[in-house]
């Protein structure tokens, strides 16, 4: 998250609200320069009993964490639960670019948000304000984060990286992304233009996320991204159109970590359509998806961009915007066949919903307007403080 929870405190503590952070390894304590800093080193069986002495002894209203499925982050929800603590999600936005999603108890399949009044509320019109996120402050932090927990790894003797890759594996992955963009760059650009011009309306995308994204492993039925790839080719080649093409998006944060080519290339000539079916990274999604006949993902927040690009979408695990009216709730084999396009009137209100809910107007690794007019407030008040007081006679 590099600086993220930094500024995050600093916006807190501007609204004479009190932080505690909780540090499970050196990365995290790198990015963090704030007091009341915990270091957990003890093992995650015990992190429970710990954290419910924690919160007691130190008067914790309300727990912060960035995703809810990781193995420390799902103990926490439940012991909130147990001690009626709040607890409170940050992800990635459900609605992109510009947004962040804030969500209380969790996201997507742990969501408890009642979508039963969405038909009264207004519809969107929002004007989210530029962010700046930027792709290239991610990988530089995420180097950053894993190379300094994996110096001082003894510091935290029983940390284990929710991914399941050590620190040092981590940076490997992430040094490996820019050399894999720029290999790739050109030959995806050609792939865009085609498919755009020569192929408009007559191919399917499918987004893929990253190979290991919790939401997958908790909110889907799938063992892992390669099963869903199979199972969408299998269908693709039998029940698809033999005139359309399939063509599956790289998710660019997976980009150093896992590399699809041959596995598509290889499950194409298998079920014989080697010559309809494409795979790239570098491709600009909104556009893909404009000049598509329709999208499948399994729960990504791509499906909702989809929506709003009024394309028909399928999504193969759980999801919250898997309603009727937005998600096609055919079969995927039934789906490459006659696919249903979205309510667009009840996603304008749907969305309206989630940016009054659970949206926030910034980034992770960019500007977040939300916490920065709040920053300028209380800057602009302490000087106008010392000013004051510089001008009262003594």
Not at 264 to 279: K, N
Request: charged letters at 20%; a positive charge.
């Amino acid at each position: 998250m590099g600086g993220f929870f930094n500024r995050f405190s600093t916006f807190l503590q501007t609204q004479n609200i009190k932080v505690s952070k909780i540090n499970f390894n050196a990365g995290d304590a790198f990015f963090y320069r704030h007091d009341n800093t915990y270091e957990y080193t003890d093992t995650l069986a015990q992190f429970s009993s710990w954290l419910q002495a924690f919160i007691k002894e130190n008067g914790i209203d309300a727990i912060v964490c960035f995703g809810d499925c990781r193995p420390h982050h799902t103990q926490a929800a439940c012991v909130s639960e147990q001690l009626g603590t709040s607890f409170f999600v940050f992800e990635e936005g459900y609605l992109r670019p510009d947004y962040i999603t804030l969500q209380e108890y969790g996201i997507n399949g742990y969501s408890r948000l009642n979508t039963a009044d969405i038909k009264a509320l207004k519809k969107a019109n929002d004007k989210p304000l530029y962010t700046h996120n930027r792709f290239y402050r991610l990988s530089i932090a995420a180097i950053v984060y894993y190379v300094i927990a994996w110096i001082y790894k003894s510091r935290y003797p029983h940390y284990s990286h929710y991914r399941g890759m050590t620190a040092w594996q981590e940076a490997i992955a992430w040094l490996k992304a820019p050399w894999r963009k720029l290999r790739g760059y050109l030959p995806d650009k050609r792939l865009q233009n085609k498919l755009t011009k020569q192929q408009s309306n007559n191919y399917f995308l499918i987004s893929l996320q990253v190979h290991n994204d919790s939401q997958i492993t908790h909110h889907s039925d799938y063992r892992d991204v390669v099963q869903f790839i199979d199972e969408s080719i299998t269908s693709f080649a039998e029940y698809a159109d033999k005139q359309q093409l399939l063509v599956f998006k790289h998710h660019p944060l997976d980009r150093g970590h896992r590399d699809y080519r041959e596995l598509v290339s290889s499950l194409a000539r298998r079920y014989q359509v080697a010559d309809r079916v494409f795979y790239g990274c570098d491709m600009h999604l909104p556009t893909l998806m404009k000049y598509s006949i329709g999208m499948v993902t399994i729960n990504s927040t791509t499906g909702l961009q989809s929506v709003y690009h009024k394309k028909p979408t399928k999504i193969m695990g759980r999801a919250i915007y898997d309603t009727p009216k937005l998600i096609d709730q055919k079969p995927l084999n039934e789906f490459w066949q006659q696919p249903n396009h979205p309510d667009n009137e009840f996603y304008l209100r749907f969305r309206e919903y989630l940016i009054e809910q659970t949206q926030l107007n910034g980034a992770f690794y960019g500007k977040s307007p939300w916490i920065y007019k709040y920053l300028h407030h209380a800057g602009r008040e302490c000087i106008e403080n010392d000013l004051s007081k510089t001008n009262t006679p003594q």
